[in-house]
């Protein structure tokens, strides 16, 4: 338990949260009770019945995803978490020496353009600079989805936090478990690399560098995302939706029983096919190299679709 410095509320904190964000007047404090002012969100413009509606509408669109899945489906569960993300500015200028690999080409063969009869390879000295400003962003908490972590922070929406928003849809706001300092290192790291990445496009080894790596404006920037669950016939799916955007970061939708009967008999026809063809390339030994390679490759696709109809494990898509 943390005890609220500016309402004196107590609130739960885990151990590694140093960031903290009062439950009940919205301040972001650090452990030792200092405000922290750089604190804005993205609001939500997706309500819970919007962002469910929006879910279902994308879901019945997937590859054999049963019709009836908008009519059918019941949400068991909707829970608005607002996620801490660290955002910082940061210009990066490098300068760089390094080696490129460089190739001659001899003796063109006449009836071949473009194909020549000896190339040398050697090593060539270059140099350059790249100017960039980065907007790094960095999650405020470690064990975070994957999907959440990636999709796109709209960034210029941004406002404000207000608690008052947060409250009027039930939102948690989850503390960040790394400080503003710890942020700035990070995004430096990060644009480091991306510098780093950039280089490595021109030249094959990298002999020196000079990196001027500035971090500007850095603030915490809370995102909301609905974490809904719905039942289809007697199993629950879950899916994460953005309610700022309607983006469906991501989602498991049931596949309806006439995909699966397709894929299982289409995966038992190929699997037939590519048994003949290979006992056919055993048996007549000519065709062997053809025979063989497709008949295997049939077998595979037999197969695949065959898991693809008789697994019930549900299907998770990405956009
Ligand atoms: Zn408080």
């Known amino acids: ?30 452990t ?28 019945s669109k997937q590859l054999g995803a049963p019709q009836d899945l908008p009519v059918k489906a019941k949400f068991v569960k909707a829970k608005l978490i607002f996620y801490p993300f660290w955002i910082s500015r940061v210009d990066a200028d490098t300068t760089y020496h390094g080696m490129g690999k460089d190739a001659k080409f001899y003796d063109e063969w006449p009836q ?25 962003n960095v999650p405020g908490i470690s064990d975070i989805d994957e999907d959440i972590k990636n999709f796109p922070i709209p960034t210029r929406a941004k406002e404000y936090f207000s608690h008052a928003h947060a409250e009027e849809f039930d939102g948690q706001v989850l503390h960040s478990q790394v400080g503003q300092d710890d942020a700035r290192e990070l995004a430096k ?13 021109e030249v094959d080894k990298i002999e020196s560098r ?37 983006y469906v970061i991501e989602s498991k939708y049931p596949r309806s029983m006439a995909f699966r009967g397709m894929a299982i008999f289409g995966g038992l026809i190929s699997l037939l096919t590519g048994a003949g063809l290979i006992y056919l390339a055993l048996q007549v030994g000519m065709l062997v190299g053809g025979g063989m390679v497709s008949g295997s490759l049939l ?20 956009i």
């Not at 790291?189 to 496009?201: G, S």
Request: glycine letters at 8%.
């Open 112 to 136: 071949y353009r473009g194909a020549y009869k000896r190339i040398d390879f050697y090593w060539k000295p270059e140099s350059g600079r790249f100017q960039r400003r980065y907007e790094i």
């Open 1 to 30: 338990m943390v005890r609220c410095a500016f309402c004196d509320a107590d609130f739960e904190a885990g151990p590694g949260d140093v960031l903290l964000v009062c439950p009940y007047c919205g301040t972001a404090q650090t």
């Open 32 to 59: 030792t009770g200092q405000k922290f002012k750089d604190h804005y969100m993205i609001r939500v413009h997706f309500p819970q019945s919007e962002a469910q509606r929006t879910l279902l509408d994308w879901c």
């Open 299 to 318: 077998s595979i696709i037999g197969l695949a679709l065959l898991y693809k109809g008789v697994s019930r494990k549900e299907a998770k898509e990405r």
């Open 189 to 201: 790291k990060m644009a480091y690399d991306r510098q780093t990445a950039l280089i490595l496009d």
């Open 210 to 246: 000079n990196d001027n790596i500035e971090v500007g404006e850095t603030y915490l920037i809370h995102v909301p995302v609905w974490e809904l669950e719905y039942r289809y016939g007697s199993r629950t799916y879950k899916a994460s939706v953005s309610a700022s955007t309607g």
